[in-house]
């Protein structure tokens, strides 16, 4: 201990750094102790508690602390925040930036939030993240379960996902994702194709159901897809916001999401691309798989005689998120895409070409044939996801 200073807070020098040194870090009289919870509402009395319990420890000059902690640094005088607090000191996380997908903590329920449905849980004085009601169990809840409302209760919770620049922490206490071996991922860039990616439904969107499962990952597990591993009549019930299920990634966009789907066969199909795609990430560059051409054959589109008037309007990136009708072009069976052209722009300068992955024609429930392709009226509208490799937009019906 180096000195006390105004207001019962204290000047600590560091190990052989001897009492004139200026390396040295600031410990509050607040976090001499522990905080008394009955004085937590009332400022004065805490701080008279703190000065109180100061004294009563004994802080002198010279006195040696055996252990610290640097709970934060100020940067306005360079000068490092300690505590002796007990529960700092055994703390396993100070700050949200220590914190990692998939870990498990021991939590404390702090405030319960009956309105908005989700609890806030307190690792230590400095980390809280919120356990929403979609993660209290493995089926959908309608209602907290009493046993997540005591303030004060410990719970074994996992981390759902971090984001340290907001210090956004969210938690699951889904038993299926509490378990070891349930997949864990922090970004889109640890998902590989055919990978089983355990979620919860967080919506219903027009094409199908939203997918979110750790490191705030989504994906989209289309209405289709369901129907044809299941059944037309599928229970929907099991598909309600909060429902927890299983998938397996179809194929994926880097940074932008997932396509799922509930067939695990599917997923592992097509091992020829998976191939490319080791042998592009070897060279640095990425492939969305056999459902969309690659870049050197999109290249090639453009040079037939169908598209290469289209080129510069289909590379204009304004068009991702626009819903256009498009006539069909182009229908392979040895392709997993269709090349379609929009025809909702009364401008010709303005039409452009665009792909559509045959596992995203979600509106019909037919396959597109040869009957449509050979009627020149016969047109579908799709929406634009992306554009794929910066060449063309990527689009789903």
Do not use: W
Not at 6 to 18: E, I, M, R, T
Not at 270 to 297: F, L, M, N, Q
């Amino acid at each position: 201990m180096q000195r006390r200073l105004y207001g019962d807070s204290y000047l600590v020098a560091f190990p052989g750094s001897g009492l004139s040194s200026k390396l040295s870090g600031f410990l509050h009289k607040l976090h001499v102790k522990e905080e008394r919870p009955a004085e937590e509402d009332d400022d004065s009395d805490e701080g008279a508690g703190g000065k109180r319990k100061a004294e009563d420890e004994g802080l002198e000059i010279g006195q040696v602390l055996e252990s610290v902690k640097v709970k934060e640094i100020n940067f306005f005088d360079g000068r490092p925040i300690l505590s002796i607090r007990a529960s700092v000191l055994a703390s396993q996380s100070l700050s949200y930036h220590n914190i990692e997908v998939g870990q498990y903590y021991q939590a404390t329920v702090s405030k319960f939030h009956p309105e908005k449905k989700y609890i806030t849980l307190t690792i230590n004085s400095f980390v809280k993240g919120h356990l929403h009601i979609e993660h209290m169990a493995d089926n959908a809840l309608k209602v907290m379960p009493p046993k997540f409302l005591g303030i004060g209760k410990e719970l074994r919770v996992r981390v759902l996902s971090v984001d340290p620049g907001k210090r956004a922490l969210v938690f699951t206490k889904k038993d299926t994702l509490m378990k070891d071996d349930a997949p864990v991922f922090s970004s889109y860039k640890e998902v590989k194709k055919g990978q089983k990616v355990i979620g919860v439904v967080v919506a219903e969107k027009e094409h199908g159901y939203v997918i979110k499962t750790f490191g705030d990952i989504k994906g989209l597990l289309t209405f289709e897809d369901v129907q044809s591993k299941l059944s037309k009549d599928y229970d929907t019930s099991a598909f309600k916001p909060g429902s927890l299920v299983k998938t397996y990634v179809l194929f994926k966009k880097k940074g932008k999401g997932l396509a799922l789907t509930l067939s695990k066969k599917k997923a592992k199909a097509d091992p020829v691309e998976d191939e490319e795609a080791k042998d592009a990430s070897s060279k640095g560059k990425t492939i969305e798989t056999g459902h969309v051409p690659t870049e050197e054959e999109v290249e090639q589109l453009f040079k037939t005689s169908k598209l290469s008037t289209l080129v510069k309007a289909s590379k204009d990136t304004s068009l991702v998120g626009t819903v256009h009708k498009f006539r069909i072009l182009e229908n392979k069976e040895s392709d997993a895409y269709y090349i379609v052209k929009s025809v909702s722009s009364s401008k010709k300068s303005k039409a452009f070409a665009a792909i559509v992955p045959k596992c995203l024609v979600t509106n019909y429930k037919d396959s597109i044939s040869t009957t449509h392709l050979e009627d020149s009226e016969f047109t579908a509208e799709g929406i634009v996801l992306d554009l794929l490799h910066s060449q063309i937009p990527l689009v789903s019906f």
